[in-house]
C-alpha cells in the first residue's frame, strides 16, 4: 500500500502498510456507513482492551449519533491458546440488553476470541450484534464470522501502529507498518 519509513519510525519496522491519512480517510467512510445504518437505534460500541481503542476513538468521532461506549478485555488461556480457549478479564459495566451492539476490533486472525465474545455478548439479547474491523488478516481464519465493516484486508505479515503492539510497544505510531521478519521469527 505505502511503502517507505518515516524518520521516527522503530527500528522492528520493515515499511509503512496503512498511512496515517488512509486510516483516518477509512475510518470516516466507515462511520458515514454506520450512522446511516445505526439511524435512531440504541448504538453501543463495544471493544477489545487495548489495541481497538485506537480505532474506536476514532471511529465514535466519525459517527454522528448520540452511543454509548463500554470495554472488554480477554485473556487466552495459556495451555489452551491454540484452541482460542479465552477468559473475560474485564466485562461490560452496561447492559446490552435491547441495544444495537457494534463490536469494535482492530484486527482479526483466526477469530477464535471474536468467535467466543459474540456467543457472550449474544446471551445478554443485544437487539443486534454486528462486527467491524480495522484489518482483516483472514488467510488464518478458522471459523466464519459475520463482518459488517471492514477497514482493510491486509496479507500475513505482522504489523504494529494504531493499536497494534509487539511486546506491549508501537501501539502509538500513527500508522500501520509491518514488522521485520527477523523481530517476530
Known sequence: ?????PADAPAVAD???????QLRARV???????TTDYAGRDLVLV???RGGVFF?????RSIDLPLRL????????EHEAPTGAV????????DIEGASVLIVEDIIDTGLTLNYLLGVLRQRGPASLEVAILLDRDVRRIVDLPIAYRGFSIKDRYVVGYGLDIRGRYRNLRYVAT???EVVG
Open 1 to 5: 500500500m505505502s511503502g517507505g519509513l
Open 56 to 60: 474506536l476513538a476514532d471511529l465514535c
Open 179 to 181: 514488522v521485520r521478519d
Open 28 to 34: 470516516a467512510e466507515i462511520g458515514r456507513r454506520i
Open 47 to 49: 471493544t477489545v482492551l
Open 87 to 94: 477468559r473475560i478479564t474485564k466485562d461490560l459495566d452496561e
Open 70 to 77: 463500554d470495554f472488554m478485555a480477554v485473556s487466552a488461556y
Open 15 to 21: 515499511a509503512v502498510l496503512l498511512t496515517e491519512e
